[in-house]
């Protein structure tokens, strides 16, 4: 092959002038967003297995690499059921509340979430925009609690889709916010928008 090649190769590698390999990148990057853990504690895991890299390093990588690994994998999911559960959860963030929602299908498998300042009719609509984009169709049925907010944006947004509100209904949207919060205690709170996104 060319050097024009490898020259073209070199540029397009996103680890090019990182000190520790690819592996390794890969392996903290998961382990952050596996497991409520903070870049600290990645960092004393990496210490004991003979690895000295700093937390600092640990949170860039994360920030460079982590939206990359998420569309891979996302690419490489199953298709999405047609059955959606809707939730929004309360999160502090430097004393002001912002709502995280989310979109789970009937499976369990995130499909989507999206941090915002207010649970109101925009709110919603810019959700259910959203969210038809990953699963490449809309859903058949969404099941939410009662917050009138969805009702009101689904009406413009989703037109033909069957819409129940019930709160019991909605355990599976409900469970899958524990991770996050599990994440918040760890972290001691959220410090951004985009931290918690």
């Given at each position: 092959m060319s050097n024009?090649?490898?020259?073209?190769?070199?540029?397009?590698?996103?680890?090019?002038?990182?000190?520790?390999?690819?592996?390794?990148?890969s392996y903290c990057v998961w382990l952050y967003y596996t497991f409520p853990?903070?870049?600290?504690?990645?960092?004393?895991?990496?210490?004991y297995r003979g690895v000295t890299v700093t937390y600092e390093a640990i949170?860039?990588?994360?920030?460079?690499?982590?939206?990359?690994?998420?569309n891979q994998l996302r690419k490489q999911r199953p298709k999405p059921g047609d059955k959606w559960h809707l939730d929004e959860v309360v999160i502090t963030i430097k004393g002001e509340k912002f709502y995280l929602w989310r979109?789970?299908?009937?499976?369990?498998?995130?499909?989507?979430?999206?941090?915002q300042r207010r649970p109101n009719k925009v709110a919603?609509?810019?959700?259910?925009?959203?969210?038809?984009?990953?699963?490449?169709?809309?859903?058949?049925?969404?099941?939410?609690?009662?917050?009138?907010?969805?009702?009101?944006?689904?009406?413009?947004?989703?037109?033909?889709?069957?819409?129940?509100?019930?709160?019991?209904?909605?355990?599976?949207a409900e469970n899958s916010h524990r991770p996050t919060r599990m994440r918040e205690r760890r972290m001691g709170r959220f410090k951004s928008m985009g931290h918690t996104q």
């Amino acid at each position: 092959m060319s050097n024009d090649f490898w020259e073209v190769a070199a540029i397009d590698n996103p680890y090019r002038g990182h000190r520790f390999p690819a592996e390794l990148i890969s392996y903290c990057v998961w382990l952050y967003y596996t497991f409520p853990l903070s870049f600290r504690d990645i960092e004393k895991m990496m210490l004991y297995r003979g690895v000295t890299v700093t937390y600092e390093a640990i949170r860039g990588w994360c920030l460079k690499f982590a939206q990359g690994y998420a569309n891979q994998l996302r690419k490489q999911r199953p298709k999405p059921g047609d059955k959606w559960h809707l939730d929004e959860v309360v999160i502090t963030i430097k004393g002001e509340k912002f709502y995280l929602w989310r979109a789970v299908d009937q499976n369990g498998t995130v499909l989507d979430i999206l941090m915002q300042r207010r649970p109101n009719k925009v709110a919603a609509k810019k959700f259910f925009h959203k969210l038809p984009k990953p699963a490449g169709f809309a859903p058949r049925v969404i099941i939410t609690d009662k917050l009138k907010s969805y009702g009101a944006g689904k009406r413009d947004i989703l037109k033909g889709v069957e819409h129940r509100q019930h709160k019991g209904l909605n355990n599976r949207a409900e469970n899958s916010h524990r991770p996050t919060r599990m994440r918040e205690r760890r972290m001691g709170r959220f410090k951004s928008m985009g931290h918690t996104q």
